[in-house]
T-cell receptor
Framework: KQEVTQIPAALSVPEGENLVLNCSFT??????LQWFRQDPGKGLTSLLL?????REQTSGRLNASLDKSSGRSTLYIAASQPGDSATYLCACPGRTTDSWGKFQFGAGTQVVVTP | EAQVTQNPRYLITVTGKKLTVTCSQN?????MSWYRQDPGLGLRQIYY???????DKGDVPEGYKVSRKEKRNFPLILESPSPNQTSLYFCAAGTSGIYNEQFFGPGTRLTVL
């Protein structure tokens, strides 16, 4: 079974600093990996989806990389702002044809950006 | 606007009283899923559906039922709720296939007394 780990569990940075969030997975044969943002008590907002054939994906200040061989994905947020304060989660689906719909989530990294 | 809606958003009920949480999506996605989120345990998948009339268990299906009679709706049924089902529930819809991207609803906070 795929296991997804996010370290650290919490992170505090001053405004303007770049954020680096890590996501590790045990089974390197993933089809894709998705990054989400969650505000307290709210639903998850999709940030980026990286397919297994891609090495990185970018959207505005966000850049996600994927290294399947090392079982790692990294989410970079450039020039952080207080509005980036949230919990960030990563998730990936099962790797077999009968488990594509089965997702495993990391526990998340809680980010606080201080003004 | 593309969205996933859930109803109710908040519910307080008592042990044993059957309830249904509805989930609807307007994106015409084949894939839908239910999760629960608990402090310290993270997001765990309850059930998912790859298409109409096709459902399968996630990691924590005990005590829940689902049905997928039409593409847009995927209700979650608790036949006899218990206090350990107190949780924040999320419905998601997504594109099908191995590159499926999920989009989440706003959540339903359920308390079972």
């Amino acid at each position: 079974k795929q296991e997804v780990t996010q370290i650290p569990a919490a992170l505090s940075v001053p405004e303007g600093e770049n954020l680096v969030l890590n996501c590790s997975f045990t089974d390197s044969a993933i089809y894709n990996l998705q990054w989400f943002r969650q505000d307290p008590g709210k639903g998850l907002t999709s940030l980026l989806l990286i397919q297994s054939s891609q090495r990185e994906q970018t959207s505005g200040r966000l850049n996600a990389s994927l290294d399947k061989s090392s079982g790692r994905s990294t989410l970079y947020i450039a020039a952080s702002q207080p509005g980036d304060s949230a919990t960030y989660l990563c998730a990936c689906p099962g790797r077999t044809t009968d488990s594509w719909g089965k997702f495993q989530f990391g526990a998340g990294t809680q980010v606080v950006v201080t003004p | 606007e593309a969205q996933v809606t859930q109803n109710p958003r908040y519910l307080i009920t008592v042990t044993g009283k059957k309830l249904t949480v509805t989930c609807s999506q307007n994106m015409n996605h084949e894939y839908m899923s239910w999760y629960r989120q608990d402090p310290g345990l993270g997001l765990r998948q309850i059930y998912y559906s790859m298409n109409v009339e096709v459902t399968d268990k996630g990691d924590v299906p005990e005590g829940y039922k689902v049905s997928r009679k039409e593409k847009r709706n995927f209700p979650l049924i608790l036949e006899s709720p218990s206090p350990n089902q107190t949780s924040l529930y999320f419905c998601a819809a997504g594109t099908s296939g191995i590159y499926n991207e999920q989009f989440f609803g706003p959540g339903t906070r359920l308390t079972v007394l």
